[in-house]
Nanobody
Framework: QVQLVESGGGLVQAGGSLRLACAAS????????MGWFRQAPGKEREFVAA????????SYHGSVKGRFTISRDNAKNTVYLQMNSLKPEDTAVYFC??????????????????WGQGTQVTVSS
């Protein structure tokens, strides 16, 4: 059974940084695309960042481009999201997700097959 466990969330002041991690078990992620999504209260879950299964391509939502960086460490079966210059509007529960084996990047919720339980990120002004 595939499990994804996010960690690294917390409370940070605007302008600060956090690094989220998503540790996978039950699946070797080296052949799978991975993505990060977030959901704020009262809003739909939205795409944040994605990385291809090879690690050679990344994609970001326009609102986080230049501030967030997605990366993967296949040896640790873990995907990361480095978040810098955080803003109050980045406050949300952040989820990681896997896509299909050697498939397209996880750019939409519909393209994800497994999800983590989420980690809360709160940015104070």
């Amino acid at each position: 059974q595939v499990q994804l466990v996010e960690s690294g969330g917390g409370l940070v002041q605007a302008g600060g940084s956090l690094r989220l991690a998503c540790a996978a078990s039950g699946r070797t992620i080296s052949s799978y695309s991975m993505g990060w999504f977030r959901q704020a209260p009262g809003k739909e879950r939205e795409f944040v960042a994605a990385i291809s299964w090879s690690g050679g391509a990344t994609s970001y939502h326009g609102s986080v481009k230049g501030r967030f960086t997605i990366s993967r460490d296949n040896a640790k079966n873990t995907v990361y999201l480095q978040m810098n210059s955080l803003k109050p509007e980045d406050t949300a529960v952040y989820f990681c997700a896997t896509g299909s084996r050697r498939g397209a990047m996880v750019l939409t919720t519909a393209s994800a097959d497994y999800w983590g339980q989420g980690t809360q990120v709160t940015v104070s002004s």
